[in-house]
């Protein structure tokens, strides 16, 4: 017994090209900020490399000014490490959806605060 599909009148939605310009745009896109997280990357692990080098080195034989030249190394590594680690671009999405749900959370609080006395007065 044979089966039979029944053959669709609709055609396949092929993308416009307006869409394809707008995929394109955003794959690059995404591939720039790919790269730019690998080169973070890489330069978080070149300072933690030096970070840990530095600090489990003898220091105890180096005259004092050597001494104070590598902690200031050691301090201006440490800032490094840390502002990679930590940087607007990533926090500014968090930082907004907390502006916008406690706002949020404002307005629909004095809303509930003046409909409840309205209620009850």
Do not use: C, N
């Not at 669709?8 to 745009?25: M, N, Y």
């Not at 080169?39 to 840990?52: G, L, M, S, T």
């Not at 671009?89 to 309205?118: A, C, N, S, T, Y």
């Amino acid at each position: 017994m044979k089966l039979s599909r029944k053959a669709s009148t609709r055609a396949p939605h092929l993308p416009s090209d307006e869409e394809f310009a707008s995929f394109e745009k955003d794959l690059k896109q995404t591939a720039d900020d790919f790269l730019l997280l690998r080169d973070r990357f890489f330069a978080i692990r070149r300072a933690k490399a030096k970070y840990e080098k530095l600090t489990t080195s003898d220091l105890s034989s180096l005259p004092a000014e050597d001494l104070a030249h590598m902690q200031d190394r050691i301090e201006a590594l440490k800032v490094t490490l840390e502002s990679h680690l930590l940087s607007w671009r990533q926090m500014q999405e968090p930082f907004w959806q907390v502006v916008r749900f406690v706002g949020l959370g404002i307005v629909i609080g004095w809303f509930l605060h003046l409909w409840l006395g309205d209620l009850v007065g």
